[in-house]
């Protein structure tokens, strides 16, 4: 049962995060052009990650191996709908190429150090310990915390932490 409430709870963290996650992918694949990527394919390069800003999901580290090719491939569509066009163009050798750029962002995430945008703020649970990114001005109106059960019933405050 803990697994399953888990795994909802990263559903709507994902949910949640959803236009920030994008933003981020659309910032962090902007330098790529489409024509560039039949060359990425071939030669089996992948964009650094030392421009990803994954401060979002920092704290879901362990979680973003439930996230699928397929919704690597939506999440990036969604951003560049452009650069997907290009690798479906590639065939057979885009598809693995995507198999491939999911196991080296997940292999090379617990080597990468998050940093927040200048107007986020950690919110923290002092119950279940997580932490989620939040606007500072709307840190302090925080009165639950998402992570946690939603039938406790109980009005939690995670207060505001700087980075």
């Known amino acids: ?17 959803h236009s920030t996650i994008i933003q981020g992918l659309k910032k962090y694949l902007s330098s ?40 690597l491939i939506d999440f990036i569509a969604e951003a560049r709908p452009d650069l997907i066009k290009a690798i479906e163009d590639t065939g057979i050798p885009g598809g693995e190429y995507m198999i491939k750029l999911r ?19 950690l919110a923290h649970c002092d119950e279940c310990g997580k932490k989620w990114p939040v606007k500072k001005d709307e840190a302090s ?7 946690c059960d939603p039938g406790e019933g109980e009005s939690k405050e995670p207060p505001a932490e700087d980075e």
């Open 32 to 71: 790529i052009k489409p024509k560039d990527i039949g060359a990425m394919v071939k030669e089996g390069r992948f964009p650094p990650l030392e421009h990803l800003d994954l401060s979002a999901v920092s704290d879901e580290i362990e979680n973003l191996e439930r996230i699928t090719v397929d919704r």
């Open 103 to 121: 196991l080296h962002i997940l292999s090379q995430l617990k080597h990468v150090e998050f940093k927040h945008e200048e107007n986020m703020v």
């Open 141 to 147: 109106s925080i009165t639950e915390c998402p992570f």
């Open 1 to 17: 049962m803990k697994q399953f409430g888990s795994i909802l709870t990263f559903e709507f963290y994902l949910k949640t995060m």
